[in-house]
C-alpha cells in the first residue's frame, strides 16, 4: 500500500442486545424458529397496535456506557425512520437519532507501533431490528421472516479514528469482548448477533480534509472485515491514482469473489424523514439509577489484563488473550486457585494446549470436557516432577478424551517419570556407545549435538527421562 | 313495560334492565331492527353484528340472573370502526382495510365488554378519521338525522349519527381534532373527548398518535359519565396512557356549577362563527351565569394559529402511522404487481382514498430533510404556546365556553372541493387536541332546525368539571332531549 496515503475508517457495529424479549413486545428472541412464529401483532405492525420499551434494554445500553467511560443520557428519544422495505413491517424503524443514549466514550487499542491508541465512541443508541427477506425457495416472489423484526440492537458508533483495517478488527474485537463481558450481547456472528458497517475513505498523508468515504455493509466475520476494508482501500487508492474520484455510495462486500461492489450512491439514498416517536415516551433516568448499575459492572478486560500481569507475572500478550473472553479468564483463575504450578506455567497450557483443543474440536471453554479442577491436577504433576511437560501433553490428550483423571491415565499408561539416576546412567551409556561418531563432533567442540543426544535418551526411555536430569548426566559422561 | 326502548338514555335503561322491566335481549332486538329499518336512510354504520349482539346479550342476561352484572350489563352500543374489534371486519372507513378482520380487541372494546356492554356495530367514519363530514368515507358519507341532506359531521359521524336517531343508546368514537365534538354539536349529542392519556389508545387504528384520544358520543352527561368511568385508565400495552386515579364520574355530576369561573374566549366569537350559532351560545352562556357561574373573558391570542399547527402535526404523524399499509401483510393489495414498487405504488394509490392520500403527501413534505425544522419543529413550538395560552386562562377560569363549531350542519357536498374551508370547521375543537386538554360539547339550541353544541374545555383531568357543568346544563335545558323527527 503506497505510504503515501492515510486511511481514515470509522465502524457502525451493531450488537443484539441478550434480552428474552424483544424491545418493544412481549416476543421472544429466539434465534432459528420457524419462520414468522416469533413475531406477535406488534411486530408484525397490525393496525392499532403500540410499543412498550422493555425495560432491560435500557440497563444494557447504560452497562455498555459506563463501560467505555462515556455519558449516559438522563434524556434520551426514540425517533422513527421512515423508510418502505417489507421486511420493516410499519414503514418505519424505531431507533434513536438525535438524543442517544450513550454518547461520547472511548477505548484503547494497541497500534501497529505497539503504542496505545485511543479510539473515540461518538454514540451507542438504541434501535429495533428489521426482518429478513428469504430468496430461496421461492419464485417471481420473496418471502417475508419477521422472526427477528423488533429485536433489540445496540448501534455503536466510532470516531473516524482508525488508520488500518488492523486497527479496526482491534477495535472491532475490544467491543465483541466488552459486550461479551457486560452479559449484554452473545457476539454470535454466525447468527448475525455481532455485525458491522465500515465507512472507509483514503486522504494525500498530511491532508486535514477527509476523503469522499464508502459505506462497506454485510460485514459478518472479523476476517470478511479485514478483507473487505483492505480491498476498499486499495479500490480507492487506485482510482484517485488513475485520476477518478471516489463516489459516496454504500458497497456490498462479497466474499466469494473478495470484493465490493456498489449498492446504493447517494443521490439513490432515502430521506428517511426521522421525528420523535409520539408512540413513546422519552426515555428518563436518574443519575442515582446509572449509579446502581455501575454497581453490577464486572471487572472489564483492561483492568483484568492488568491485574493479571501484576498479580501473577504473566506476559502482557499472554493476558491479553486469557481475558479476551470472560469464561476463558475466568478458566485460567480457576486452574491457577487450586495447582501448586506457576501462573504464567498455567497461561501457557491454557493458552496453547487447551485453547487448541477447543479449537480443533470447535468448543467454547464452558464445554471444555476437561474441568479446571482436571487441569490443575494435571500441572501439579509437572510440578511435582511425576512427568514432564512433554508427557503432560499426551496425558492431556486421554484427559480429554474421557479416559480418566491425569493421575489414572499416568498410572494406567506406565507414564511416571524416570527419576532413579542410575537406571537414566545406564540409557546413558548405552546411547553414547551407539554414536561414537558423534561423540567425537561433540568433544571437537560441536555443543550443539547435545540435543541429539538427549533424544536419543527420551527416545529410548519413550519420553519418560527427566530431562534436567538427562541433561545433567549427559554433560558430566560426555566430559 | 315500556315499548320505546330507543328513546330512553343509557342510564335509562340501565335502570330498567336493573328493574327487569325488560330483558337485554329484548332491547337489543328493539335496536337491531330500528337499524335494519331506519340505516339505510343514514349510513351510519359500516357493520351491524347482530348475531353476537344477540348473543353477548343473552349472555348478560344470563350473568344478571346469577348476580354477575357488571356496570354496564347488557347496556346496547355501537363502536367506531377505528377500535379493533376480534373477528369483526374493522374498516377505518377506508378501501385499505375493506376486508380486514382484526385478530384483537382494542383496550377500549375489551374494557366495555368487559362491563357487559352489547355491541350493535361498528359505524362508519371518515377514512382513518381524516375529515370533519364523514365524506372521505370508502363506503359513502353518513347523512345528518336532523336533515338527510346535511352532514353530521366527522369524523366520527357514524356514532353521532346513530346516537342521534336512536339507533343506539351510545356509541365509541375517536377525536383527533374534534372529530367527536364536532359531530356531536352537528348533531344534537353529547360528545366528551377525555385527556390525552386518560383512555388506552391500543387497538386505536392511529390518525395523528400524539392527539388522538378514544372517547364517547350519548344522548346526555350522565351517560358520558357512566361510559368514561368503563374505558379510563392505565394500560400498559399503551405508553402513553397515564395512570392517573380515575374518579367515580357520576358522583361529579351532582355538584353546583355556583361560582364555577366559565371562561368566554373572546376570538371565539370573532368574524369566523355563524351569527344565529353565536346567539345560541351567548343564550346558554347566560343560562350558566343565571345559574351561579361567573364569565369572564379570557384571551387566546394564538388560537388563529391552531388550525395552521394541526395542520403540520396531524399529517406529520399520519404520513409515519399509515407506512404500515403497505399491502404486504393485510389490507387492501394490488393485482399482480410487476415489482415491488408497483406492489406499493398501486396497494396504497387504490387502497386509500383523495383526502388521506393529501395528508400524507403533506406529512411527507413537511418531515423532508431541509423542511423539518420549517414546518414540524416550528409547529411544534406553536403548539407549545397554544398549550400557554391555554394554561394562563385556567389560572383565572375552571372552564372555557364557546362554540363547538362556526356553523350548524352543512350540505353533503358544499365543503368537499375547499379542504381550507372544510379544516376550518375544528378551529375551536383543535386546541384541546394540540395541549391534550379534555373537551365536551352538548346542545344548546337550534339555528334553522339544525343542532348547535356548546364547547367545554378544562384543565387536564378536569373531566369531571366538565361533565358537572354539562350536566347541570343539560338540567336546566332541554336541547339534548330534541329528538330528530323521522326518527322518534
Not at chain 1, 503506497?2 to 413486545?25: N, P, R, Y
Not at chain 1, 429478513?132 to 433489540?152: A, C
Not at chain 2, 345528518?144 to 366527522?154: A, H, I, Q, T, V
Amino acid at each position: 500500500m503506497s505510504s503515501a496515503w492515510e486511511v481514515v475508517i470509522g465502524l457502525e457495529i451493531h450488537a443484539q442486545l441478550a434480552t428474552s424479549s424483544k424491545i418493544f413486545s412481549g416476543a421472544s428472541t429466539a434465534y432459528g424458529a420457524e419462520p414468522n412464529t416469533q413475531a406477535c401483532l406488534v411486530d408484525l405492525g397490525y393496525p392499532g397496535v403500540l410499543p412498550v420499551l422493555n425495560e432491560e434494554v435500557v440497563r444494557m445500553a447504560t452497562m455498555f456506557g459506563l463501560a467505555v467511560n462515556a455519558t449516559v443520557a438522563t434524556r434520551s428519544v426514540f425517533a422513527r425512520k421512515n423508510y418502505f422495505y417489507p421486511d420493516l413491517p410499519k414503514g418505519y424503524q424505531i431507533s434513536q437519532f438525535e438524543l442517544p443514549i450513550v454518547e461520547h466514550g472511548e477505548l484503547f487499542i494497541t497500534d501497529a507501533d505497539g503504542n496505545e491508541k485511543r479510539i473515540g465512541i461518538t454514540r451507542a443508541h438504541l434501535e429495533e431490528d428489521a426482518g429478513k427477506s428469504v430468496h430461496e425457495g421461492f419464485e417471481q416472489s420473496s418471502g417475508i421472516d419477521l422472526n427477528r423484526t423488533g429485536t433489540p440492537l445496540l448501534e455503536i458508533v466510532s470516531e473516524p479514528d482508525l488508520r488500518s483495517a488492523k486497527e479496526a478488527i482491534a477495535y472491532m474485537r475490544k467491543i465483541h469482548t466488552i459486550v461479551r463481558y457486560l452479559g449484554i450481547s452473545d457476539g454470535n456472528m454466525q447468527e448475525g448477533s455481532f455485525r458491522c458497517d465500515a465507512n472507509v475513505s483514503v486522504r494525500p498523508r498530511g491532508q486535514e480534509e477527509l476523503g469522499t468515504r464508502a459505506e462497506l455493509k454485510n460485514l459478518n466475520s472479523f476476517r470478511f472485515i479485514e478483507k473487505a476494508i483492505n480491498f476498499e482501500i486499495e479500490r480507492q487508492i487506485e482510482l484517485i491514482e488513475d485520476g477518478g474520484e471516489v463516489v459516496q455510495e454504500t458497497r456490498l462486500y462479497d466474499s466469494d469473489k473478495d470484493e465490493t461492489r456498489s449498492m446504493r450512491s447517494k443521490e439513490e439514498a432515502n430521506d428517511y424523514r426521522y421525528f420523535p416517536d409520539p408512540d413513546l415516551l422519552p426515555v428518563e433516568i436518574d443519575a442515582a439509577y446509572i449509579e446502581a448499575v455501575r454497581e453490577t459492572l464486572p471487572e472489564l478486560p483492561a483492568a483484568k489484563q492488568q491485574r493479571f500481569v501484576a498479580d501473577y507475572g504473566l506476559r502482557e500478550d499472554d493476558a491479553g488473550i486469557l481475558v479476551a473472553v470472560r469464561a476463558f479468564a475466568d478458566f485460567f483463575e480457576d486452574v491457577v486457585a487450586s495447582t501448586q504450578g506457576k501462573a504464567q506455567g498455567v497461561a501457557n497450557f491454557v493458552i496453547g494446549d487447551l485453547a487448541g483443543a477447543l479449537n480443533r474440536d470447535g468448543l467454547d471453554i464452558e464445554q471444555s470436557p476437561v474441568s479446571a479442577a482436571a487441569l490443575a491436577a494435571l500441572l501439579d504433576r509437572i510440578r511435582d516432577n511425576t512427568i514432564s511437560g512433554k508427557i503432560a501433553k499426551e496425558v492431556f490428550e486421554a484427559m480429554w478424551a474421557g479416559e480418566g483423571t491425569a493421575d489414572e491415565i499416568i498410572e494406567a499408561k506406565g507414564l511416571r517419570q524416570i527419576t532413579d539416576s542410575s537406571a537414566i546412567e545406564a540409557i546413558v551409556d548405552k546411547v553414547i556407545e551407539a554414536n561414537p561418531g558423534q561423540v567425537a563432533e561433540y568433544k571437537a567442540g560441536k555443543d550443539k549435538l547435545i540435543g541429539f543426544f538427549v533424544g536419543q535418551v527420551m527416545k529410548e526411555t519413550g519420553g519418560k527421562a527427566n530431562p534436567g536430569q538427562v541433561n545433567q548426566i549427559l554433560k558430566q559422561k560426555l566430559g | 313495560m315500556s315499548r320505546d326502548l330507543h328513546s330512553q338514555t343509557l342510564t335509562e335503561l340501565a335502570a330498567g334492565l336493573e328493574r327487569g322491566d325488560f330483558s337485554s335481549v329484548e332491547l337489543t332486538e328493539d335496536l337491531l331492527g330500528r337499524i335494519d329499518s331506519h340505516d339505510a336512510a343514514l349510513n351510519a354504520f359500516v357493520t351491524v353484528t347482530a348475531e353476537r349482539a344477540l348473543a353477548a346479550a343473552k349472555s348478560s342476561d344470563e350473568a344478571r340472573a346469577a348476580g354477575n352484572a357488571g356496570v354496564l350489563n347488557g347496556l346496547p352500543l355501537v363502536h367506531k370502526d377505528i377500535f379493533c374489534t376480534r373477528d369483526v371486519l374493522t374498516t377505518c372507513g377506508s378501501r385499505m382495510l375493506e376486508n380486514f378482520i382484526s385478530p384483537y380487541d382494542a383496550t377500549v372494546v375489551g374494557k366495555l365488554a368487559g362491563a357487559g356492554a352489547v355491541v350493535l356495530g361498528k359505524t362508519n367514519m371518515d377514512e382513518f378519521a381524516m375529515g370533519s363530514s364523514n365524506e372521505t368515507s370508502y363506503f359513502g358519507p353518513v347523512k345528518n338525522p336532523w336533515d338527510l341532506d346535511c352532514s353530521p359531521g366527522g369524523s366520527s359521524g357514524g356514532s353521532a349519527a346513530a346516537v342521534a336517531a336512536r339507533l343506539a343508546p351510545a356509541g365509541t368514537g375517536t377525536d383527533t381534532g374534534g372529530s367527536i365534538r364536532q359531530p356531536a354539536a352537528l348533531t344534537g349529542t353529547v360528545g366528551l373527548k377525555p385527556t390525552y392519556g386518560r383512555v388506552s389508545r391500543y387497538g386505536m387504528i392511529a390518525f395523528a398518535s400524539s392527539l388522538d384520544q378514544a372517547g364517547v358520543i350519548t344522548r346526555s352527561s350522565a351517560d358520558a359519565a357512566l361510559l368514561l368511568g368503563v374505558m379510563a385508565g392505565f394500560d400498559e400495552r399503551d405508553s402513553t396512557s397515564i395512570d392517573h386515579p380515575v374518579p367515580d364520574y357520576t358522583a361529579a355530576l351532582s355538584g353546583s356549577i355556583k361560582g364555577l369561573r366559565v371562561g368566554v374566549v373572546r376570538q371565539h366569537f370573532d368574524d369566523g362563527l355563524d351569527e344565529k350559532t353565536g346567539a345560541a351560545v351567548h343564550e346558554a352562556l347566560a343560562v350558566l351565569e343565571a345559574n351561579g357561574a361567573k364569565l369572564t373573558e379570557v384571551d387566546m391570542p394564538n388560537l388563529d394559529l391552531s388550525v395552521p399547527t394541526y395542520y403540520v402535526v396531524a399529517p406529520a404523524e399520519c404520513s409515519s402511522n399509515l407506512s404500515r399499509f403497505d399491502g404486504v401483510r393485510f389490507g387492501h393489495r394490488a393485482e399482480n404487481p410487476e415489482d415491488l414498487l408497483d406492489l406499493y405504488c398501486r396497494s396504497r394509490g387504490e387502497g386509500f382514498g383523495a383526502e388521506v392520500k393529501r395528508r400524507i403527501m403533506t406529512g411527507t413534505y413537511v418531515l423532508s430533510a431541509g423542511y423539518y425544522d420549517a414546518y414540524y419543529l416550528k409547529a411544534q413550538q406553536v403548539r407549545h404556546l397554544i398549550a400557554d395560552d391555554f394554561h394562563k386562562a385556567f389560572e383565572n377560569v375552571d372552564v372555557i365556553a364557546g362554540p363547538t363549531s362556526p356553523t350548524p350542519a352543512f350540505k353533503l357536498g358544499d365543503k368537499t372541493d375547499d379542504p381550507i374551508t372544510m379544516y376550518l370547521n375544528d378551529i375551536y375543537t383543535i386546541g384541546a387536541n394540540l395541549a391534550g386538554l379534555p373537551g365536551m360539547s352538548t346542545p344548546c339550541g337550534f339555528v334553522d332546525g339544525l343542532p348547535v353544541g356548546l364547547h367545554l374545555v378544562a384543565p387536564h383531568w378536569g373531566e369531571e368539571t366538565l361533565l358537572r357543568c354539562a350536566h347541570q346544563y343539560e338540567q336546566l335545558t332541554d336541547w339534548h332531549k330534541a329528538c330528530p323527527e323521522d326518527f322518534s
